[in-house]
C-alpha cells in the first residue's frame, strides 16, 4: 500500500501531527484547536481571555460606576448652588460613564468571562468654589485614563488584539473626556467670574443632551 494511502488512517495522522508540530514551532499552527478550526478547550473552561486582562476589565467597572457617582455628586452641588446647567452637564456625563460601565461588561460576557460586581465607593469630595467640581472632574480624567492605558498595555503584552481592537475605542473617548474637561475649566475662567458671563454659561451647559455611545457590543 503507497505510505500516502492511510490503513485505518494511521500514517496520515502521524504524519498530520508532525506537520502541525512544525507549523507550530514557527508559530503558524495552534495546537489548541479541533481539526474544525474550533479551540479545543473542556466544556468547563469557558474563559477566553488573559487572567490579567479579565480582572482589570473588571476593576474597571466598578471605576466607571464610581464616576457616574462622582459626576452626579458634582451635580448635585451645582443644583444646590442654582446652577441648572452644570448640573446637567455632568448628569449627563454620569450617564455616559455608566454607559462604560456596561459596554466593558457586556465585553467580559461575550467572551465567555464572568462580572464580579463589588461595591462601589462614596465620593469623597468637598467644594469650596464653584470650579472645584471641574478642576477634580479634569483630574479624575486623567486617573481613569492612566487605568484604560493599563488594560491596553496588558492586552498588547499577551497579543489579545480583540481586546486591544474594543479599547481603541475607549482611548479615544477619553482624549474627548480630558479635553471637554479642561474647555470646561478654561470658559469657567472667561466667564464665572462675571454674574452675566456665568449665566450664559449655565445655559449653554443646560442645552447639553445625553447621546448613546457609537460603540456597539
Known amino acids: 500500500m503507497p505510505a500516502d494511502v492511510c490503513e485505518r488512517g494511521g500514517i496520515c495522522r502521524q504524519r498530520d501531527r508532525q506537520q502541525q508540530d512544525i507549523l507550530a514551532g514557527a508559530g503558524l499552527y495552534c495546537k489548541n484547536v479541533n481539526g474544525n478550526g474550533t479551540p479545543n478547550r473542556k466544556k468547563e473552561d ?39 446647567g452644570f448640573g446637567n452637564w455632568y448628569d449627563v456625563q454620569a450617564q455616559e460613564e455608566r454607559d462604560h460601565a456596561m459596554l466593558m461588561r457586556k465585553y467580559l460576557q461575550n467572551n465567555g468571562e464572568t462580572v464580579t460586581l463589588d461595591a462601589v465607593a462614596k465620593p469623597d469630595k468637598t467644594y469650596e468654589k464653584l470650579d472645584d467640581p471641574l478642576k477634580f472632574g479634569l483630574e479624575h480624567e486623567c ?17 489579545d488584539y ?35 458671563g456665568l449665566y450664559a454659561l449655565n445655559q449653554e451647559l443646560l442645552a447639553r443632551v445625553y447621546t448613546a455611545p457609537s460603540l456597539v457590543l
Not at 480582572?55 to 442654582?82: C, H, M, P, R, V
Not at 485614563?145 to 497579543?159: E, G, K, M, R
Open 143 to 159: 486617573y481613569v485614563t492612566s487605568l484604560i492605558n493599563a488594560i491596553y498595555q496588558a492586552a498588547d503584552a499577551v497579543h
Open 162 to 196: 480583540r481586546t486591544m481592537q474594543c479599547f481603541d475605542w475607549f482611548v479615544k473617548e477619553q482624549g474627548e473626556e480630558e479635553k471637554n474637561a479642561e474647555d470646561l475649566i478654561k470658559k469657567f475662567e472667561l466667564f464665572g467670574s462675571d454674574p452675566k
Open 46 to 84: 469557558k474563559a477566553m481571555l488573559d487572567k490579567k486582562v479579565k480582572e482589570l476589565i473588571n476593576t474597571q467597572i466598578n471605576k466607571e460606576f464610581y464616576s457616574a457617582y462622582l459626576y452626579l455628586d458634582f451635580a448635585d452641588y451645582y443644583y444646590d448652588k442654582g446652577l441648572d
